[in-house]
């Protein structure tokens, strides 16, 4: 195996990220707090392609996609925010942060 | 006209196609130990498959994917290794003590040890899936397997007091060897809602292209195929606790089982026996593995099914034989195919909350199911019960083991 | 569109409506000072294993390597070539042309030489 490529990386180039390495990443606030999972990315059309609109946060993280838990048992989602694009900064995309403050996020 | 057409052969399908090693073993056993009194097992057993068997059909109807598909899509791959590695590794398993359960009707037949059939019928059950298409296995199966009818006919002819039939269908307590007792339910319910089916009778449908308006034709066949297949294995289980129980009899093995025909077929009760148990057996055996290779390849996207030339889905081909290749190997190991039988079927119970929990998910999500989805009640009774049973059976399956 | 719920694990088909595996894998392009950018779909057993957890990603790269198996893996459809998005994703593609075929040529060619393979 070829020791520098690990097939992900090698592919990539510069400014692109897969999408898995964000999904289910905990998300910090401005003061470091943990806000809630990456879980969704809202994407709206733009011309021929999609681009990324919004960011689903969920408290329950990954659960949430299992719909088990907390769909089943409380059938409601357990909360969240939804953060627009520029509401994330995902230039670290293993520590992405909020750009604001919680207060100013949409509430699920 | 056509449709009833369905609906009959459908049913007879699945009457055909219920008993396999895991019922037979399971049901000879419950008999020849406690009587009559686990046939409420085989009921509630048998009451679940019928819903579990329609939800399937539903699914593959109206979202026109079989359940690996759906699951993979709705939850994502990270949690669909955790029942996709369980249910491969248990159909292996399972395979084994099916392809196991073959070899030994075959031995009873010939007199010839049970290790020397398991080559030859690993290739027959290849051949099979190498050559025919998903109909013409289906209704062969299904067919053949009426011969297991025998089990049904020797409980009648025996003449059990319908009375303590009837009571049996109340789930009571057992007198003595309460581990014993509930280890058996255990395996009797992983025995009749073997995972291997909710995927092979979405996948199924999907290849005969079940439409939305057919749904009558899939829930009238699931309740009525199910439940009349569900008598099969009684019929095991009352012959045997009218046979082999006052005898004291223990289950140790198939040729002992057989013995529960003496009474009422005299010289022809073991080829009878080996021909239901290795028909039945037979069948399982090659939907175990094209279900293998249904699974891989809807997880992962391949091209699959049985109705396409073997060489325009080489993938699916591969994997199915892998699985069948590794399951050979392991019934040449030479393991005691009963035994092996019933630590499969009972460690089937322990992984179905897995395989059962997002299928019912599936099943309110109206992105896949539209407006057919189910009941609540339904819902809940399922769940209940798929939990209740793994609970349990994680309890009993160490006790039996150390006991045993 | 939501992307995890729509558009990932969906199924791939090409042009001509064969099966050409499930998008297993997204690649985003992230901009500064605009929303980032669906660049490409992903297709591939590593790129699926990497998912799952690194190093299994790692392992699986290594064994389609050691089958020779790792030209052009994986492969990866810009959003350009993406047709329609529906209860599928088909692509302006034929799959025998792109790498998602290689493991299924290599097997066929097995296939073929056992009889009866039609």
């Known amino acids: 195996m070829r020791a520098n490529a690990p097939i992900p990386a090698a592919a990539l180039e510069n400014g692109e990220l897969r999408l898995d390495r964000l999904l289910g990443r905990r998300v910090l606030g401005r003061n470091g707090e943990p806000v809630g999972r990456l879980e969704e990315f809202r994407a709206e059309k733009h011309g021929t392609g999609w681009v990324v609109t919004e960011y689903i946060l969920g408290a329950a993280g990954l659960m949430e996609r299992l719909g088990v838990g907390v769909r089943l048992l409380f059938g409601r989602r357990g909360g969240g925010y939804v953060a627009k694009w520029n509401q994330l900064d995902i230039s670290d995309p293993d520590r992405p942060r909020l750009t604001c403050s919680t207060a100013e996020l949409r509430r699920l | ?404 | 569109m939501d992307l995890v719920r729509d558009l990932l694990d969906k199924r791939v088909v090409d042009r001509n409506g064969r099966e050409m595996g499930r998008v297993d894998s997204l690649i985003l392009e992230a901009r500064e000072g605009a929303p980032p950018r669906l660049a490409a779909i992903e297709l591939g057993p590593a790129v699926l294993a990497n998912r799952v957890h690194r190093l299994l990603g790692r392992w699986v790269a290594a064994l389609e390597h050691g089958f020779g198996v790792d030209e052009g893996r994986p492969l990866r459809i810009p959003v350009a070539a993406v047709l329609e998005i529906q209860d599928h994703v088909k692509v302006d593609l034929a799959f025998g042309e792109t790498s998602a075929a290689t493991v299924e040529q290599r097997l066929r060619r097995w296939i073929r030489s056992i009889p009866g393979s039609s």
């Open chain 2, 1 to 404: 006209m056509s449709a009833i057409l369905d609906l009959v052969l459908g049913v007879v399908t699945s009457i055909g196609g219920f008993v396999e090693a895991g019922s037979i073993s399971t049901a000879a056993q419950a008999g020849s130990e406690f009587g009559f009194q686990l046939l409420w097992a085989i009921a509630v057993a048998t009451v679940m498959l019928a819903m579990l068997v329609e939800m399937s059909g539903r699914l593959a109807a109206v979202s026109r994917r079989s359940l690996a598909a759906a699951v993979r899509e709705r939850f994502g791959i990270h949690f669909q290794m955790v029942p996709l590695t369980a249910e491969l590794i248990i159909d292996v398993l399972l395979l084994a003590a099916e392809i196991g359960g073959v070899a030994i009707a075959v031995k009873l037949l010939t007199a010839v040890g049970f290790q020397w059939w398991v080559l030859p019928i690993g290739l027959l059950v290849w051949l099979v899936l190498w050559t025919l298409g998903f109909g013409p296995i289906e209704y062969g199966i299904g067919l053949l397997g009426l011969v297991t009818l025998c089990f049904v006919y020797s409980a009648w002819r025996l003449q059990p007091a319908i009375g303590d039939i009837g009571a049996a269908f109340v789930p009571s307590l057992p007198t003595h060897d309460s581990t014993r007792y509930a280890y058996l339910a255990v395996s009797i319910v992983g025995a009749t809602v073997s995972p291997y089916l909710l995927n092979f009778y979405a996948a199924g449908s999907v290849e005969e292209k079940l439409t939305e308006k057919e749904l009558w034709v899939n829930r009238s066949t699931a309740y009525l195929g199910m439940c009349f297949g569900g008598v099969v294995s009684m019929g095991v289980l009352v012959t045997s606790a009218m046979v082999l129980g006052p005898r004291h009899i223990i289950v140790d093995s198939y040729e002992q089982a057989a013995l529960m025909f003496v009474p009422v077929f005299q010289q022809w009760a073991v080829p009878l026996f080996a021909a239901a148990l290795g028909v039945g057996c037979f069948g399982a055996a090659v939907e175990i593995t094209l279900n293998s290779g249904y699974v891989c390849s809807q997880v992962f996207g391949w091209s699959w099914g049985a109705n396409k030339p073997r060489r325009d889905a080489a993938r699916f081909t591969s994997a199915f034989t892998i699985v069948l290749i590794m399951s050979v190997a392991l019934a040449l190991l030479g393991f005691d195919p009963l035994r092996l039988t019933l630590l499969s079927v009972a460690l089937t119970v322990v992984i179905m909350p897995a395989v059962v929990l997002p299928f019912l998910v599936l099943m309110n999500d109206e992105k896949y199911v539209k407006q057919h989805t189910s009941t609540a009640i339904g819902n809940g009774l399922l769940a209940a019960l798929t939990v209740a049973g793994a609970i349990m059976a994680i309890v009993v399956i160490p006790l039996e083991l150390l006991g045993g």
